[in-house]
Every structure is written in structure tokens, then in C-alpha cells.
């Protein structure tokens, strides 16, 4: 990406051997999607940028990263399971069309 030399990639390269202490701490921390990056970086980037920032520092973190691109372009409703009305599907039910429930964590 640091060859593309475009937006926050220009010298990207540099600048993290440069501040490496400074990613450390992003490194370290809880949530580092949620702590401040060297040189003000977060706030110049894109959420799809900061997820591929994330999946290079922490891949743990990868899938806040990716929630945040989900929630900035579709919107936080995306995110969230649909409710369930379980009298609307009763009814909508019948001896040919039985109700299966599918239970998972």
C-alpha cells in the first residue's frame, strides 16, 4: 500500500519504522481502534483504511474494524440481529411449513 503513494499510504512506510514505540502502545492496548494513533493517522484514514491498518497491527481486531466500514457505509442497523416476533411466525406457520428454530451463540 506504501507504494501506491496516495493519501495516507504516501510514506505510511517511514513513518510507522519512524513512531514505532508510539504503535506499540497501539498494539498493547484493549481496543486500538479506540486509542489515538501516531500522528493523528486514525483521523485521516477511512474506516476500510483503518481496517487494513487493524489486520496488519492486531488481526484479532480485524472484525471491529470491518463493523465499523459495515456501520459507516450500510449503516449500525446491519449490525444488529433482525428481532423475532414469534406470533407472527406461529401464525404464518402450518403443518406443512413447521417452525424450525436454529439455536447458536
Known amino acids: 500500500l506504501g ?11 517511514a513513518q510507522f519504522r ?4 508510539a504503535w ?3 498494539f498493547d ?3 486500538p481502534a479506540d486509542v489515538p494513533w501516531p500522528q493523528g493517522l486514525k483521523e485521516l484514514m477511512t474506516p476500510m483504511q483503518r481496517a487494513l491498518v ?9 472484525v471491529a474494524g ?4 459495515i456501520a459507516a457505509k450500510l449503516g ?11 406470533e407472527k411466525s406461529f401464525g ?7 417452525l424450525i428454530f436454529v439455536l447458536s451463540s
Open 29 to 31: 492496548a484493549k481496543a
Open 18 to 21: 519512524a513512531s514505532i514505540n
Open 24 to 26: 506499540k502502545a497501539v
Open 76 to 86: 449500525r442497523e446491519f449490525l444488529e440481529p433482525p428481532s423475532f416476533n414469534l
Open 3 to 13: 507504494k501506491l503513494g496516495k493519501g495516507p499510504w504516501n510514506n505510511f512506510t
Open 54 to 62: 487493524l489486520l496488519a497491527v492486531r488481526t484479532d481486531c480485524t
Open 92 to 98: 404464518a406457520s402450518s403443518t406443512n411449513k413447521p
Open 66 to 69: 470491518l463493523q465499523e466500514v
